[in-house]
């Protein structure tokens, strides 16, 4: 069962029925994107906006309990509408669109972002929704509601991060764990674990282990930082994972001329860079990516340690 073409279905009625969502969805055909070539890679972009209101609705989400939450089920009023997906989880259209077709993927239950147990979920989105990707941001690395378990989902083939791997670039494997291949990108300014196989169980005791090593090496015990994309292709799936040191880099802080109203969640990591500020989609420079993710991300010995510990 895909579930794929009745959410682009959704999407487009949507658009149609619901002002928000299709303000922003023609706005989105108004946004700037420039490139920032790397050499063998590049990073893109995007002045977005409306993204101002989605930020200024997950600080306002944050200080909200149940009974206002605007993931939960008996809080969404028409026009919006979802679509079930396997009873735990229901499709809804994001009204603040990064993608062309971007979704928001919510639990049924009211229960805290968390991925340990909701891993396999992730996996089985992705091979039912295998035009999308489907990314996770961390309750305290971009989540946009921490308190209530949702992933987000995109039309694939607009992460840079896709053709990347696809084309081998950058990305180098460096273990096979029960069937899982293990790599990770020296040369890429993120400190990536990227993970594939075809078994959901083998990839979900991968990242087990992973998830241990990273609480052992933030020294935590609730959940680390981290970001993930995950992908299904060809009955494979591909799952990328960001572990992240900090949320905001020192430049969000700043006074006004040296701030960045940039928060790194799983798009920037995958190399689209979101900024809804028009002054700092002119001002940011190549050193400036640099410097945010050298501040956000593991560096290269840090995931190799991690790695060399599964
Ligand atoms: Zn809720």
């Known amino acids: 069962m895909d579930f794929s073409e ?20 023609e706005g989105l055909r108004r946004v700037s994107v420039k490139t920032f070539d790397f050499g063998d890679y590049s990073i893109d972009i995007q002045y977005n906006p409306e993204r101002i209101s989605s930020s200024a609705l997950q600080n306002k989400v944050q200080s909200l309990e149940e009974h206002n939450c605007f993931m939960c089920e008996k809080n969404l009023t028409a026009p919006q509408r979802k679509i079930s997906f396997n009873e735990n989880f229901n499709i809804l259209v994001n009204p603040f669109p990064i993608f062309p077709e971007h979704l928001t993927i919510v639990g049924v239950q009211h229960q805290d972002q968390q991925i340990l147990n909701s891993f396999e979920s992730m996996l089985n989105l992705a091979s039912q929704l295998s035009k999308f990707v489907i990314y996770y941001n961390g309750p305290e690395c971009g989540a946009s509601a921490p308190k209530h378990l949702h992933f987000q989902a995109g039309l694939k083939g607009f992460i840079p991060i896709e053709n990347d791997f696809a084309n081998e670039i ?33 990839l979900k005791a991968c990242f087990d282990k992973i998830y241990t090593q990273l609480q052992i090496f933030s020294n935590v015990n609730s959940e680390p930082m981290l970001n993930m994309i995950a992908v299904f292709d060809r009955k494979i799936w591909t799952v990328h994972i960001f572990p992240r ?7 969000y802080f700043n006074a006004a001329n040296d701030q960045f109203l940039i928060s790194p969640a799983s798009l920037d990591m995958g190399g689209l860079i979101v900024t809804p500020r028009e002054e700092d989609f002119f001002k940011i420079t190549e050193e400036d990516v640099f410097d945010i993710f050298e501040q956000v991300c593991f560096d290269t010995q840090s995931v190799l340690t991690v790695i060399n510990k599964l």
Do not use: F
């Open 6 to 25: 009745k959410a682009r279905a959704l999407v487009q009625e949507q658009i149609v029925e619901w002002d928000l969502a299709g303000r922003n969805y």
């Open 170 to 202: 950058c990305c180098r494997e460096v273990r096979t764990i029960d069937g899982v291949k293990v790599s990770h990108w020296p040369e890429y300014q993120r400190g990536i674990i990227t993970l594939t196989g075809s078994s959901a169980s083998d």
């Open 245 to 251: 040191s900090v949320y905001r880099p020192t430049q």
